[in-house]
């Protein structure tokens, strides 16, 4: 049976990342407890970084990590019963927040899957620097806003990424550059169209999606100029 673990305890040991966070230049204040002292918290923030990170720990084992920027706040909720495994997920969420990028974002479509035998819907989201595709229902730092789905429509916005964390998440998750596309084929159906690539280095990525949504028009008009005649639409 597993029991909760003792808070005062748990404090000590976040102190002892505390102190080498400021060695390494860190600005952390000291531990924050709550009012009932049920639940400890800590911020840490660094100029390098682009997003603020705050861990909280609460009663009954449960954790709660904040990445918070100028885009939307990522909030997390993960479940911590031994010191070790406190430990581990203040050394990842330190690592996390320091590879987080605010970057302009473009929803493209939320029922794209990469081929017909997967049946699981996800995003697929034009950055700057390239396409990324997460697959539905996983926890991850690029951040989903809210709405019915994508429109013709829809404005870029800032998000949080980290390509890392996305593509560690679930195998189907995909981040396409764009400097890596050898070539490309954008194709469109009744029901669905998709996207088959070519990288540079031969590996292969394809992607489907419902002719509904404007994917294909976007991608045209962000590819055609990349590829030229080494996009077929």
Known sequence: MAHDMDLNTAAARLESHIRVWRAEGLRVPDVLWAGDADALAVRIESPAWQV???VELHGANRARVFFLSAAEPVGESHRVSSLDAWSALLTESVARA???RLVQARLLTNTCTTGWLDWIHGELWLLPEGLVRIRSGLLTTLVKSGGS???PRDPYRLVTHDAETVLAAHPTNKLIPFAGMGA???HGGVTTSGLEVVMTDGTRHK???ASWDPARRLLRERLLPLLG???TH
């Open 184 to 186: 490309a084929r954008l």
């Open 52 to 54: 603020q990170l705050t």
């Open 207 to 209: 992607l489907l999606w």
């Open 229 to 231: 005649a080494r996009l």
């Open 98 to 100: 320091s590879r987080l």
């Open 149 to 151: 789905g994508p429109t």
